[in-house]
């Protein structure tokens, strides 16, 4: 899985290990969340071309490079999703925002339920960002996926706090060309689909309904 980049830094071990605890507060967890997203984004942002640009320092004129945030589009699977926006629109703050709202259907072997699709225009044109915590058994991340390609996007990523091996495996089989980008690869799912040792149910855990 080549298009696999997993994040192993020091300082991501000791945030997920909070964001782990089952003690950690719906505050903690969001901000945690939000800031383990920025680094995500940073590291999927090493291939970005620049464009040339002059400014003024306060000494002189010179040549620099800068990005031309309107190229780019953050897309957060709801409801989960939206605990990474802060962080990645921090990094790129006129990035265009989509959403797609998805649910997984427990009575229905755990397959996602499509019930929202709203893109910003010309998405044909950028490169799309795809947010969400945890790729599980990778069924919301293809459907996504599918969605944005059937609107015409050609370069896509996926940043995700922690996956597990049998998403990870879905995704880049039915997408090879879409890189993702995670903070942790966790052991396997469970019975539920749950990932091992995950830190449960992010959207309930960002969103403090439960």
Same mark, same amino acid.
């Given at each position: 899985?080549?298009?696999?980049? $997993?994040?192993? #830094?020091?300082?991501?071990?000791?945030?997920? &290990?909070? =964001?782990?605890?089952?003690?950690?507060?719906?505050?903690?967890?969001?901000? =945690?969340?939000?800031?383990? +997203?920025? /680094? *995500?984004?940073?590291?999927?942002?090493?291939?970005?071309? *620049?464009?040339?640009?002059?400014?003024?320092?306060?000494?002189?004129?010179?040549?620099? %490079? %800068?990005?031309?945030?309107?190229?780019?589009? /953050?897309?957060?699977? =709801?409801?989960?999703?939206? &605990?990474?926006?802060?962080?990645?629109?921090?990094?790129?703050?006129?990035?265009?925002? +989509? #959403?797609? !709202?998805?649910?997984?259907?427990?009575?229905?072997?755990?397959?996602?339920?499509?019930?929202? /699709? %709203?893109?910003?225009?010309?998405? $044909?044109?950028?490169?799309?960002?795809?947010?969400?915590?945890? *790729?599980?058994?990778? !069924?919301?991340?293809?459907?996504?996926?599918? =969605?944005?390609?059937?609107? +015409?996007?050609? %370069?896509?990523?996926?940043?995700?706090?922690?996956?597990?091996?049998?998403?990870?495996?879905?995704?880049?089989?039915? #997408?090879?060309?879409?890189?993702?980008?995670?903070? #942790?690869?966790?052991?396997?799912?469970? $019975?539920?689909?749950?990932?091992?040792?995950?830190?449960?149910?992010?959207?309930?855990?960002? /969103? !403090?309904?439960?």
């Amino acid at each position: 899985m080549e298009n696999v980049i $997993e994040l192993n #830094h020091p300082l991501i071990t000791h945030k997920l &290990g909070i =964001l782990r605890s089952k003690k950690t507060g719906t505050k903690e967890f969001r901000e =945690l969340a939000n800031e383990i +997203g920025s /680094f *995500l984004c940073y590291k999927a942002m090493e291939d970005i071309e *620049l464009e040339d640009t002059e400014v003024e320092t306060p000494i002189c004129r010179m040549k620099t %490079k %800068k990005l031309n945030e309107d190229k780019y589009a /953050f897309v957060p699977i =709801l409801r989960a999703g939206m &605990g990474m926006l802060d962080g990645v629109i921090s990094v790129i703050p006129n990035a265009k925002v +989509g #959403h797609i !709202g998805m649910y997984r259907d427990d009575t229905n072997d755990h397959k996602p339920v499509n019930y929202f /699709f %709203k893109v910003p225009k010309n998405i $044909e044109n950028k490169e799309v960002i795809i947010l969400d915590p945890m *790729l599980a058994t990778g !069924g919301s991340a293809v459907d996504a996926i599918d =969605l944005l390609k059937g609107k +015409g996007v050609k %370069k896509i990523k996926f940043l995700c706090i922690i996956a597990a091996p049998e998403g990870l495996k879905k995704v880049t089989s039915k #997408h090879p060309d879409v890189k993702i980008y995670c903070a #942790h690869i966790d052991e396997k799912l469970n $019975e539920d689909a749950y990932i091992v040792p995950g830190l449960g149910d992010a959207g309930d855990r960002i /969103f !403090g309904t439960k």
